[in-house]
């Protein structure tokens, strides 16, 4: 199982970027998508998560201008993230929870990919 994210670059403060990550595999099922952020001496922290029904949750810091979607047939999750701030700066990371695949389950990290907003 490999998650691997695309989408990452340098943005001006108020634009927007789409993530997107595809889960490769033979992936039965995945209980929870979620993208988390690290910036540079921080944690790492959950910025949106959804599950298998459809429901997502945001922090604070980012409802109203990010959205996360997931493409189950696709093994996809994406995060469309508008009205961008230099705070969002960080290296974000896909996760996928409770992953149910022909050799198990587990909880799978991409490898990250780097958004900077410049002010």
């Known amino acids: 199982v490999q998650l691997v994210e695309s989408g990452g670059g340098l943005v001006q403060a108020g634009g927007s970027l789409r993530l997107s990550c595809v889960v490769s595999?033979?992936?039965?099922?995945?209980?929870?998508m979620a993208w988390y952020r690290q910036a540079p001496g921080k944690q790492r922290e959950l910025v949106a998560a959804?599950?298998?029904?459809?429901?997502?949750k945001y922090d604070d810091s980012v409802t109203g201008r990010f959205t996360i979607s997931r493409d189950d047939a696709k093994n996809t999750v994406s995060l469309q993230m508008n009205s961008l701030k230099p705070e969002d700066t960080a290296v974000y990371y896909c996760?996928?929870?409770?992953?149910?695949?022909?050799?198990?389950?587990?909880?799978?990290w991409g490898q990250g990919t780097q958004v900077t907003v410049s002010s």
């Open positions: 996760y996928a929870g409770g992953l149910v695949h022909i050799r198990g389950r587990g909880n799978y």
């Open positions: 959804i599950i298998s029904g459809g429901t997502a």
């Open positions: 595999g033979t992936i039965f099922s995945t209980n929870v």
